[in-house]
């Protein structure tokens, strides 16, 4: 019997009750008295020197309240990098100035260089058109590409950087050298150069933000689409604009998805409550679609070049990777950590391979900012990593299958340190490999392919055999390795008078369904209802210092601080109940929402105890203190290490050169899954970003930097007829050994498995109808298969 | 947006009158026209609404010809002229999503003429006449290069009449975006001959494939274009495909349209 309750229960999303019936409530939905809008002028040139911003007329156009440039926060601070990398020669990467509106040099189109704030959003608009006629900016030659980029140092996207390059980074600077040397020697080297296309987030909400400023008190509110209220709370307030915190509250309400985007701050949000305070009215600002494929923060964007080192029998010897990323034209706060130490630690793959390199050059080009995007580095190294080892396997003639499998790393070698850095604490390879394939019906593949050869359609599967790190991450680790910020997090457990509790959370939920599934084990912990829980997030006046929600780290992390501050909660609670009993301490055990005397039937319930904690007219004051609430910090011991196998299969058609994908089948390994039909709408979200990534989604920017897909009409979203039906299995569990709810995180599997799974099908299609093609950059659109079938 | 003002006539006469009015536009379904001016693209100061004229809404049948007032939805095409006229009836089903359906229309779409819209291709293939407030046009006229017509100022499109042709298809290949067509072909079979009208291809909008014609009324079969080359001097090439590729996508759908059509 599958439980109905508790943690393991599909228990239904109780957010999407509101979402669904159009009461959730988002930024943009919340009306202020005296509210004024922010509109905001953005470069239509990818790299120009600011002449001059026509402001005049916009100022005495109808409705105009105030209008801000560059020039107005020259002396505040920049939005700050969080990580600082160092490069291989031991120097620290250029961190130039992030304006909260760009001075003296616009960067991308869409650099916002004025904001006009106005009564009404179309005399904001008006006034903006207005100003962008009357702004003289020089255009300078635009760097879009970065190879170029590296090398003409006469053109610059920030004038102090001489190369337009922020580091380049090593990893492991040590292991270089054998890691060359397992080259020379090694009796088969298979290289491949490969480009991670850029995306764009594309949440369904686009960013929005609302600045108050309250005179009576001095204090300020921000509402905005983030992913971290605390984080962005910091930022604004000791990086930016030095508002004292505890005079700034961040609200993240309701937020429509962000897959990363809405984990930074963005200038807009300085903006809105720089305008608040000056007007002392409400200013807001909703992000138009274009503007948020202009501004939003992209994702990947790099140029590789790896090369594998086998034996003739597929036995890996060595990885090496060259990268060059994109960072565009700012450092975005995650930018730096994104292409480094969530993609090269990465490099080694499940596999027992001895030597592994990695070298990151990470540039700054006149295109908008790149940043995490769902897997964040981790879908460049599996990308870069499993279409290597299919061509290998090409090359030598061998299996794919049998190449992963006898590469695998065994169960009896955990914890493993890799040659990256990272120390795997578990996980079964095999046994998801052999899961997928089961799932997959490999051994049926023939007829399948014989049956699409019938209707006129080549078939391929392809494989892909993913690990990742997330559950991020150890405060001392990231601390050492360059973060400005720690990554525990935190809750707090009220329990109310009346027995039912406020849990408040440091995670924020902007879709994945915290609400439902952190409610589940706090009530299976606490032996109530899963009704009896409320989950509160996304507030800094009303939940402890959290750290948001990204990384796949909002179980893993947060969930256990929950788990912590339940057994805080316990504890006290078993104090009241051995006073109420009349009962030693220890004789007290907690179980099914009764404190009972061990062997005896005298017992409390959890409700009897909470409301003694409140109305202590029978309780111990001398020694405890009335009330029931507790709060944990939780700082993880390591990163978690989901893994799995995912298994595609495609049709091609020779003619049109269109790709469908017809069948995916994902063996994961989340170690220990609390809300299975969570844990599976993750999984088809993240394939279907996969698969966009893989068969659809192109950032094109022309040579002036002029972004070429930024509507829907030229940038294609998948769609439900695009992808398959999914077939998703999480049953090969090895729970992870340093939290106690032994979860993994299972919110980017899916886009960090998905993209080489594809890719490697499209080619053994092609392939059996005897086109020999080495390699389609993603998208892998028709157009691009044709061409390579028709050379 | 910008301000404009919305008027909404019941006839031909009084929207004809109205068009001729300082800077007013004629709206239909506003698929095309509102996004464009949400952009601040186009600013009308004169919304001259085309959807409570019933005389141009509807499909009617006679004498082997099909009908669609141009204020007909793309919907409603799709439902009724399932029957008579299978293959507009399934080009029409396929236009955008049903939102775009239940308001876009086949007056908007043939005016507007985008060279990657679906219905100029049908009404070419099928050498329709398209009806205006001042006289018949036919579609071999009517289409003048990308985003062009013969349409004059403050003459607008009334009705379209299709001859219903022995066999039809039309096969669209989606551009992986927008979902109009990066290539789409109608072929159409009349007793006098076979009509092959290609969107999405070219430079200079809806085209017919002269040689594919002549190739198809001598053997109406997908065999019959095998030896056939298209010339892709004048096709687009953009983000979603070469030149090359899409004139090997007018042969190819052409094949698969004959085929279909059966
Ligand atoms: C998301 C989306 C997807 C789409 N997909 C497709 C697709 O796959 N294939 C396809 O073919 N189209 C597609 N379209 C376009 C759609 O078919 C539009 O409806 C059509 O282009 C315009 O029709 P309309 O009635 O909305 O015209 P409107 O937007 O009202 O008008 C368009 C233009 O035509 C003028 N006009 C309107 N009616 C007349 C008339 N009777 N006489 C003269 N001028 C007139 C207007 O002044 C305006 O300039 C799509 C549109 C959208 C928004």
Redesign the interface.
């Known amino acids: 019997m599958p439980k109905d309750y508790g943690i393991g229960a599909s228990s239904k999303r109780r957010e999407d009750v509101r979402f669904l019936t159009g009461r959730g409530v988002y930024t943009d939905d919340m009306a202020l008295h005296g509210q004024t809008y922010a509109v905001f002028v953005r470069s239509t040139v990818a790299h120009g020197r600011i002449r001059s911003v026509g402001t005049e007329a916009a100022s005495k156009m109808p409705g105009v309240l105030a209008i801000f440039t560059g020039e107005d926060f020259k002396d505040v601070g920049g939005n700050p990098a969080g990580w600082l990398i160092n490069s291989r020669d031991g120097t620290p990467m250029h961190e130039p100035k992030r304006p909260v509106l760009a001075h003296g040099k616009v960067r991308h189109v869409g650099d916002a260089y004025a904001a006009v704030i106005a009564e009404t959003y ?1 005399q904001a ?1 008006d006034a903006a ?1 207005q100003i962008s006629d009357d702004t003289d900016i020089e255009e300078l030659p635009a760097i879009v590409d970065m190879r170029a980029a590296l090398a003409d140092s006469s053109n610059r996207v920030h004038d102090e950087i001489p190369d337009n390059q922020c580091y380049d980074w090593g990893w492991i600077e040590d292991n270089r050298a054998a890691v060359d040397a397992a080259f020379k020697s090694a009796p088969h080297v298979t290289t491949l150069e490969l480009v991670n296309n850029r995306l764009v987030p594309n949440a369904m909400e686009p960013r929005a933000s609302i600045g108050e400023y309250f005179p009576g008190t001095g204090d300020y509110k921000l509402t905005t689409t983030s992913q971290n209220p605390h984080l962005t709370r910091l930022l604004v307030a000791a990086f930016v604009l030095g508002i004292p915190e505890n005079k700034l509250t961040v609200v993240a309400p309701d937020v429509g998805g962000g897959f990363g985007s809405k984990i930074y701050h963005y200038g807009e949000e300085a903006l809105v409550l720089a305008a608040a305070k000056k007007l002392a009215r409400p200013v807001r600002w909703t992000a138009e679609r ?1 503007e948020s494929f202009l501004s939003d923060a992209h994702g990947r964007d790099h140029v590789t070049k790896i090369e594998l080192a086998c034996d003739k029998e597929g036995n890996f010897l060595a990885f090496r990777t060259e990268t060059m990323a994109n960072v565009g034209a700012y450092l975005s706060n995650f930018a730096t950590v994104t292409p480094t130490f969530l993609h090269g630690t990465l490099m080694a793959g499940p596999y027992k391979v001895p030597h592994v390199y990695v070298n990151v050059k990470t540039v700054f080009t006149n295109t908008a900012p790149v940043d995490a995007y769902r897997g964040a580095g981790r879908p460049e190294a599996t990308y870069s990593l499993e279409r290597v080892i299919d061509k290998m396997c090409r090359e030598l003639g061998l299996d794919p299958f049998e190449v992963r499998r006898k590469n695998f790393l065994t169960t009896d070698m955990f914890p493993y340190t890799t040659p990256v850095g990272l120390v795997y604490d578990t996980g079964n390879y095999h046994a998801t490999l052999d899961k997928a394939m089961e799932m997959a019906d490999v051994a049926g593949f023939a007829k399948r392919r014989a049956d699409s050869a019938a209707r006129g359609k080549l078939r391929g599967m392809g494989l892909s055999t993913w690990i990742e790190a997330c559950g991020i991450a150890p405060s001392n680790l990231v601390g050492i390795l360059g973060a400005r910020v720690g990554l525990y997090d935190a809750a707090t457990v009220r329990v109310n008078a009346t027995g039912n509790i406020s849990v408040m959370v440091g995670a924020h939920s902007h879709g994945q369904g915290h609400e439902t599934v952190f409610a589940q084990i706090a009530a299976e912990k606490l032996g109530i209802p899963e009704s009896s829980v409320e989950i509160v997030h996304g507030d800094t006046s009303k939940i402890p210092f959290g750290m948001g929600s990204y990384g796949s780290r909002s179980l893993a992390v947060c969930g256990v601080a929950m788990t912590k501050a339940i057994d805080k909660i316990v504890a006290k609670g078993k104090k009241i109940a051995a006073h109420m009993l009349e009962a030693a301490e220890g004789d007290i055990t907690f179980e099914d929402g009764k404190f009972s005397v061990a062997g005896t039937d005298k017992a409390k319930t959890f409700g009897e105890i909470a409301f003694s904690a409140y109305v202590p007219h029978n309780y111990p004051l001398e020694t405890l203190e009335p009330g029931l609430e507790e709060t944990a910090f939780y700082d993880p011991a390591n990163f978690t290490y989901p893994a799995g196998a995912y298994i595609c299969e495609v049709e091609v058609d020779e ?4 790709v469908d994908v017809v069948a995916f089948h994902c063996a994961d390994d989340f170690g220990n899954v609390m809300n299975p039909m969570i844990v599976e709408g993750q999984v088809h979200g993240g394939v279907g970003q996969g698969i966009g990534q893989a ?2 989604e ?1 950032t ?1 920017y022309d040579e002036n930097g002029q972004l ?2 930024g509507s ?6 998948p769609r439900a007829g695009d992808v398959p039906f999914y077939n998703v299995d999480y049953s090969c569990q090895t729970a992870c050994t340093h939290n106690v709810l032994g979860v993994k995180g299972c919110g980017e599997a899916g886009a960090i498995g998905s993209p080489p799974a594809v890719v490697n099908a499209v080619l053994d299609a092609l392939h059996s109808g005897g086109h020999k093609i080495a390699h389609i950059d993603m998208p892998v ?3 691009r298969v ?2 390579a079938i ?1 050379g | ?1 910008f301000d404009f003002e919305f008027v909404k006539p019941s006839s031909i006469v009084e929207a004809a009158r109205l068009l001729g009015g300082e800077g007013a536009q004629a709206l239909s379904g506003g698929q095309t026209l509102m996004p464009t001016m949400k ?2 693209l186009a600013a009308p100061s004169v919304l001259v609404s085309l959807t409570g004229i019933a005389e141009m809404k509807g499909l009617s049948v006679a004498a082997g010809t099909l009908t669609v007032g141009a204020a007909t939805p793309h919907a409603v095409v799709a439902a009724e002229a399932a029957r008579v006229f299978p293959a507009l009836a399934a080009l029409a089903g396929g236009i955008g999503d049903p939102a775009v359906r239940n308001r876009g229309t086949i007056g908007g779409s043939i005016a507007n003429n985008d060279p990657s819209a679906c219905y100029p291709a049908a009404v070419l293939a099928s050498g329709a006449t398209v009806v205006t407030s001042k006289r018949r046009i036919a579609a071999d006229d009517f289409f003048q290069g990308m985003f062009s017509t013969a349409l004059e100022e403050g003459e607008f499109v009334t009705s379209v009449a299709f001859p219903i042709p022995e066999k039809a298809a039309y096969v669209k ?1 989606n551009q ?3 979902r109009f067509a ?1 290539t789409g072909v109608f072929v159409a079979k009349f007793a006098g001959g076979v009509r092959v009208a290609v969107t999405g291809a070219s430079n200079n909008g809806v085209f017919r494939w002269a040689e594919a014609e002549a190739a198809l009324a001598k053997s109406f079969t997908a065999d019959a274009l095998q030896g056939l080359g298209v010339d892709d001097s004048d096709m687009i090439t953009d ?4 030149a ?2 899409r004139a ?2 007018v042969k ?2 052409t094949g ?1 349209a004959v085929s279909a059509a059966g």
């Open positions: 179309q608009k058109q274009s003619g049109t050169g269109k068969l659809l192109s094109t070429l897909t829907y009409m030229d940038y294609a979203m659109s028709p157009g044709w061409q028709n | 947006m952009q601040r290949f992986p975006a927008s990066l983000l979603h495909g070469t090359a590729y090997n996508l190819v759908l698969r």
